[in-house]
């Protein structure tokens, strides 16, 4: 089966669904990330490009601890997930036709308005 989980920004999949994910991985289910942000904004006294290379290289070493297979970062503005819905949803479009075959996506801790017009859109999803 194929796992897809769907975070704001790094740090939020190993939190809040870290023993999932975990679980998963050992019942040798594929596991993808996708990152919407990279969490810049987390690293304040950094410059915002070189706190986005931390966060980012932060996440794929918890991939790695989590038996994630893959990590895709979308690279919205951090703090701002919101204005950027449909340039999202276009985004993840291929990776949940994908997914969605053969397993579910697990959205973690994103905004009511998200998840909506992800039901909306006819799309199954679990949270963590």
């Known amino acids: ?72 970062f979308l690279s919205l503005p951090d703090g701002h997930v919101g204005d950027h819905v449909g340039k999202a949803a276009e985004a993840l479009r291929p990776i949940t036709l994908h997914t969605a075959a053969t397993g579910i996506p697990i959205i973690e801790r994103l905004d009511r308005s998200f998840r909506q017009r992800w039901r909306a859109a006819g799309s199954r999803y679990q949270l963590c």
Not at 17 to 43: D, K, M
Not at 56 to 72: D, H, N, P, Q, Y
């Open 1 to 72: 089966m194929n796992v897809l989980v769907i975070a704001p920004h790094p740090d939020d999949e190993s939190i809040g669904c870290g023993g999932t994910i975990s679980l998963h991985a050992e019942r040798g289910n594929r596991v993808t990330v996708v990152f919407l942000t990279s969490g810049e904004h987390g690293l304040q006294k950094l410059p915002e490009e070189k706190a986005r290379r931390v966060r980012e290289r932060e996440a794929e070493k918890a991939a790695a601890i989590l038996g994630i297979a893959s990590v895709t």
